[in-house]
């Protein structure tokens, strides 16, 4: 971990200041002086015999803003929407869709009900409504199957079913005895959720699933329960177990639909604020999965593995990403301002986006059978286009996955693709809203830049959220 404080990327706005900075980090990344509209990023590409248009693609996002019962509201449908218009060839879950009411992670995510079906057909209409408006070609979609398992909060308070026993998240979760954990049954049911879940989605018209195993939970956290005895822990057989039989339940109720997994590829120990407010480890004795055994470093051996077999298994394509939001965010979403129960970086957030790019080429090399969509390049900012353009370039990955910055600037891969100048105003600058609001019980979005939210009462709340927090 590099111990230099991070600088604003606005201060970095020639390559060879940018390149000077990489290098002071000790990184590289490759970075094109132009970008050129109909080169790399424009080119299509096939995930299962389906021509994907171009090589942007919308990352999951929710917004905590369903309705008590799983819905989608107008709130869901606008962010669909705009997931069209941004003109991506291939749109990545949507956001997470949780597969039983228990497995929520708050109680305004979506979730499977009474109506999946048809909610499912309202949301995909939506989105290709707005891809139409724009005059783009329908996206490539697929919805995230979850299960929350250790941060699971259905009624808003912690109600935790994890895989083992954590010597460090038990107490962030107050699990201090062995109930909340998963029986084996309890999982073999699980398994068939999923596919009920996936075959509403193949109903409702969706190109593929994603059978979750990122952020710290459940599909994720299984990876790493070497503690657990029976079918589902101990080697990499069994924590694979469970994603590998999601995997094949799914198939076989949907056998039209694509299957993709988006997986924490790495993960670290958990951190917490130190005295400074700087992120510190909390070490644990536990190996996080595509972890070395320090719990600060990357070991992809285990992940390759769990490639190969996903690959064998049929699985399309696999959508990077690293670690978990509640535990260790620096390496998920590498941003300058923390949310309000967060940390300040401890490391300049290049580090976290060269990190998720290195492994990402280093997966895609050694597995030419699976499509691969990368995570973590919103921090970037003005130069996420040259850096996008360099490493589709380059073969170091398939599609460039958009999170924050699609809900700051959702048309950005529009423009990219016609050759238009950035909005420089919508760029996300990492502020972490969209993060602290929903932390504070209120629904997500880019309250600093999306007037929409601007606009809401939320927006004065969450001001005096973090004037508080701040004081
Ligand atoms: C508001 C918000 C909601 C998110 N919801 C999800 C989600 O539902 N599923 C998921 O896998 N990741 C979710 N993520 C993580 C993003 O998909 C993405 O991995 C992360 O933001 C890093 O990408 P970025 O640098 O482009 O933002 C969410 C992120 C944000 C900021
Ligand atoms: S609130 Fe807006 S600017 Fe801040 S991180 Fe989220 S998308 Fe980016």
Same mark, same amino acid.
């Given at each position: ?36 509209? *109909? @080169?790399?990023? /424009? ?9 994907? =248009?171009? &090589?942007?693609? $919308? %990352? ?87 299960? *929350? @398992?250790?941060? /699971? ?9 994890? =895989?083992? &026993?954590?010597? $460090? %998240? ?302």
């Amino acid at each position: 971990m590099s111990a230099l404080r991070a600088i604003k990327m606005t201060r970095l706005g020639t390559r060879e200041k940018l390149e000077a900075r990489l290098a002071e980090l000790g990184v590289s990344l490759p970075i094109d002086d132009a970008v050129d509209a *109909s @080169g790399p990023l /424009a080119q299509s590409f096939d995930v299962a015999g389906h021509a994907v =248009a171009n &090589r942007f693609s $919308v %990352l999951p996002m929710e917004g905590w803003d369903g309705t008590a019962d799983g819905r989608p509201t107008e709130l869901v449908e606008r962010r669909w929407r705009r997931f069209g218009e941004s003109g991506a060839g291939l749109v990545w879950g949507g956001e997470a869709y949780a597969v039983r009411p228990d497995g929520r992670a708050n109680p305004q995510q979506l979730c499977a009900n009474a109506g999946t079906e048809a909610d499912l057909v309202r949301l995909r209409e939506t989105l290709l409504a707005g891809a139409a408006d724009h005059g783009h070609a329908a996206p490539f979609l697929g919805l995230q199957l979850t299960h *929350s @398992g250790r941060f /699971a909060r259905p009624e808003g308070t912690p109600a935790p079913r994890i =895989a083992f &026993r954590h010597p $460090v %998240l038990d107490a962030r979760v107050g699990v201090a005895d062995a109930s909340s954990v998963l029986s084996d049954a309890e999982l073999d049911d699980l398994i068939a959720e999923y596919a009920t879940v996936a075959r509403a989605a193949e109903r409702a018209g969706f190109d593929f699933v994603d059978v979750k195993a990122c952020h710290g939970y459940l599909g994720h956290e299984l990876l790493s329960a070497r503690m657990r005895p029976g079918p589902y822990g101990g080697d990499l057989e069994g924590r694979a177990r469970f994603l590998l039989r999601s995997i094949e339940a799914v198939r076989a109720a949907a056998p039209s639909l694509a299957i993709g997994v988006r997986l924490s590829v790495f993960d670290f120990h958990p951190f917490k604020p130190g005295e400074d407010g700087a992120g510190v480890p909390e070490p644990a004795a536990h190996t996080p999965f595509g972890g070395d055994a320090v719990g600060l470093g990357l070991d992809l051996d285990e992940t390759h593995r769990l490639l190969g077999w996903l690959a064998d298994a049929g699985v399309a394509l696999v959508c990077t990403t690293a670690g978990s939001p509640y535990y260790n965010p620096h390496i998920q979403r590498p941003a300058f301002y923390p949310p309000s129960d967060g940390y300040r970086p401890p490391e300049d957030p290049l580090v976290g986006v060269v990190r998720q790019v290195e492994a990402t080429a280093d997966l895609r090399a050694r597995h030419p059978g699976l499509r691969f969509v990368g995570s973590a390049y919103t921090y970037l900012q003005e130069w996420l286009p040259n850096v996008a353009q360099a490493l589709v370039r380059g073969g170091h990955v398939d599609s460039v996955g958009l999170g924050r910055m699609i809900l700051s600037y959702p048309t950005l891969p529009g423009d990219v693709l016609a050759g238009r100048d950035l909005e420089r105003p919508l760029v996300c600058r990492t502020f972490s809203d969209c993060t602290t609001a929903p932390r504070n019980g209120l629904v997500s979005g880019c309250y600093p830049i999306d007037p929409f939210y601007k606009r809401r009462p939320e927006a004065e709340r969450l001001a005096a959220i973090k004037k508080g927090a701040s004081a």
